[in-house]
Each structure stands twice: as structure tokens, then as C-alpha cells.
């Protein structure tokens, strides 16, 4: 019979601060033997990984909304998996949990660490372990509170969401549309906002590799934007801000195509847009809401059951592909939301 202290734990460390995008050589790959729990801690097998495009801005050296990875720290990552041990009354082994586990095969988690490894249990009745990784984990949460708390739709607004095929904006213009809107996506190729479209039901979806942003919006925003939900920054986001309405609202969740920069961010040059429109611009941190997570769970599984939204994952097999699987999110190959599998 094995033991736990025969199985070998296999990490991905950060070896050094990226300039740009990360290279294989930024990371070290570590193996440690996995060790038993101590009183009232968990060990969990990883079977999934969530890779976010959060994971850029964790690896600088700069203050946020949460400490960067320290240098030849195992990196931070959220993710499914099983419990094979435990020493915690409320966790039994063959529990399916979500976490932090970080990028490693297995994760020992202290009862004092539970709490900030954001550690529950997840119910497999409900969705997939990638769909809880997916609309009902992290991306979906960004989504739910983003749009509804940040950015307030109302029946008959116009909502305009960029990185609309990726894992939060596909579950930005789905709900959306559940909520009485006008779903606007921008999307990178032909593919995708096809997708986008024909499968996930939004209205319209821009091809900003293909034409132009400002075109576009002009056509299927006929009666400008009202809510702006952005993921990617940068001049989407001022061609955007050309259109809004009186009153909009832009949710600032991510800058995608700013976050390798080597330069300075470049911030908008159209926010007296802002001013004239007498709209707001509000940042948006999803760790905010984890008391709410629940109730935002519940609905978008309610959802997901009755198919009036959709959930696709973009899977990626092995632990040690992790450099490389990263890197699609910043050149946008990936299609749907980005999850590493780990195990099975």
C-alpha cells in the first residue's frame, strides 16, 4: 500500500521576473516528496488548473490587490481538485474541492491557510470540474458582479463586452442577454465571433483582427453603449469610450493587451468622454464578492442547467506544458477559458 510520503509532488516555480512575455527559463521545476497533514490540513491531488491572465500582474514585482509571487515561490494558481488525506472535520477524503492549489501536482493546506486559499468544496451535480473553473469559478464570479453590481444593466441597454470569447466575457454577454440586453462582443478572428454569436446568442461580435473597431461599433451599436464591460484596455477601450451613452457605465476588469507591455500602460485618451456623458469608470476586484460567491453560483448553475447559457473550456494536458500553454492567453489562441489538466 502506498503511503503518502511515496508519491512525489511536482511543482512549476518562479525563477525570475519576467521583461515582457514569460519564458520557459523564468520558471524552475521542482520536485518534493508530499508530505502528511498536520492537524485539522487537507492534502489535495490537483486534477485542474485555471491559468488567468491575472497570473501576468502576479509576477511583478509591484503592489496590488494582492501580494506578487515571491521568487521560487510554487506560482499561484486556482484550481479543482480531490482530497487523498485528511486531518479536518469538514473535509473527507474524496471530497472535490476548489482552492488555490498553485501549479504542482499536490497541495498540502493548512487549517490556518484554508480561509486565504479561498478552500470549499464544490458539488460535481452542478457543472463539470472545468465548468468550476469556468462560469461557475473565478471567470463566471467576474462576470456576475462586474456586470451586475459595477455595471447595472437594464432591460433595453446595449452591452458591449471585449475578450468576448474568452472566460469571462463569454459569460458577460450570456447573462446579459438573461437579464434583457443588447449583447455587443469583441472578439480575435472569424472563428470565434461566429461563435460567439451562433452558439452563445449575443447580438453582434466585432472582429478586431479583421476590420475595424470603430466601424463596427458604429453598426451594431446603433444607439451607442450603455454598459462596457473591458477585459483588454487599450485602444478598444477609446473607441469605446467614443460611443458611450449618457450615463454609461465601463467596468474596468483587465488590460489584456497591456499586460507584456515593456513600456508604460497606456491609459485612455478618450476619458473626457467620461465628463461630456457624465458616466462612470469603475475598477473591479472579484475577491470583493467572496461572501456573495454563493448566490452568484447558484444562479449561473440554475442557468447552465436550463441551457440558457453555455460553458466552453479550452483544455490543455500536463503539468510540465505550463510555460507554453500560459502564452495562449496573451497571443489569443485560446478558445474559451484556458484550464490545464493536471491529472484525471
Known amino acids: 500500500m502506498h503511503t503518502l510520503s511515496d508519491l512525489e509532488n511536482h511543482q512549476i516555480r518562479l525563477a525570475s521576473r519576467p521583461v515582457g512575455l514569460p519564458a520557459r527559463d523564468n520558471w524552475r521545476f521542482t520536485t518534493e516528496p508530499v508530505g502528511e497533514p498536520a492537524d485539522g490540513g487537507i492534502v489535495v491531488k490537483t486534477l485542474f488548473l485555471s491559468l488567468d491572465p491575472a497570473m501576468r500582474g502576479w509576477m511583478n514585482d509591484v503592489k496590488s490587490y494582492i501580494p506578487p509571487v515571491g521568487i521560487d515561490d510554487v506560482m499561484r494558481a486556482g484550481g479543482i481538485g480531490v482530497v487523498v488525506a485528511s486531518k479536518s472535520p469538514a473535509f473527507a477524503v474524496g471530497d472535490h474541492v476548489s482552492a488555490m492549489l498553485n501549479v504542482q501536482e499536490y497541495a498540502t493546506i493548512a487549517a490556518d491557510q484554508m480561509k486565504r486559499a479561498g478552500l470549499f468544496k464544490i458539488d460535481p451535480r452542478a457543472g463539470t470540474p472545468t465548468q468550476w473553473l469556468n462560469v461557475l469559478g473565478m471567470p463566471g464570479m467576474t462576470a456576475y458582479f462586474g456586470l451586475l453590481d459595477v455595471g447595472q444593466p437594464k432591460p433595453g441597454d446595449t452591452v458591449v463586452v471585449s475578450g468576448a470569447a474568452g472566460a469571462v466575457g463569454q459569460t458577460v454577454g450570456q447573462l446579459a442577454k438573461v437579464k434583457g440586453c443588447r449583447a455587443v462582443g469583441i472578439a480575435g478572428g472569424q472563428a470565434k465571433c461566429d461563435w460567439v454569436v451562433k452558439e452563445l446568442g449575443f447580438d453582434a461580435c466585432i472582429d478586431y483582427k479583421g476590420g475595424s473597431v470603430r466601424d463596427g461599433l458604429k453598426t451594431h451599436c446603433p444607439d451607442g453603449v450603455d454598459v462596457y464591460f473591458d477585459n483588454v484596455g487599450g485602444e478598444?477601450?477609446?473607441?469605446?469610450?467614443?460611443?458611450?451613452?449618457?450615463?454609461?457605465?465601463?467596468?474596468?476588469?483587465?488590460?489584456?493587451?497591456?499586460?507584456?507591455?515593456?513600456?508604460?500602460?497606456?491609459?485612455?485618451?478618450?476619458?473626457?468622454?467620461?465628463?461630456?456623458?457624465?458616466?462612470?469608470?469603475?475598477?473591479?476586484?472579484?475577491?470583493?464578492?467572496?461572501?456573495?460567491?454563493?448566490?452568484?453560483?447558484?444562479?449561473?448553475?440554475?442557468?447552465l442547467k436550463s441551457g440558457r447559457m453555455k460553458s466552453k473550456e479550452d483544455v490543455v494536458v500536463g503539468l510540465e506544458s505550463f510555460p507554453e500553454t500560459l502564452l495562449k492567453l496573451f497571443n489569443g489562441e485560446n478558445f474559451g477559458k484556458l484550464v490545464l489538466q493536471v491529472a484525471t
Open 236 to 303: 478598444i477601450l477609446d473607441h469605446v469610450l467614443a460611443r458611450i451613452n449618457r450615463k454609461a457605465r465601463v467596468v474596468i476588469c483587465g488590460a489584456i493587451s497591456q499586460y507584456n507591455n515593456t513600456a508604460p500602460v497606456q491609459g485612455p485618451k478618450n476619458y473626457l468622454s467620461l465628463l461630456v456623458n457624465r458616466a462612470r469608470m469603475e475598477g473591479l476586484v472579484v475577491f470583493d464578492y467572496a461572501d456573495r460567491y454563493p448566490v452568484a453560483i447558484a444562479e449561473l448553475a440554475e442557468h
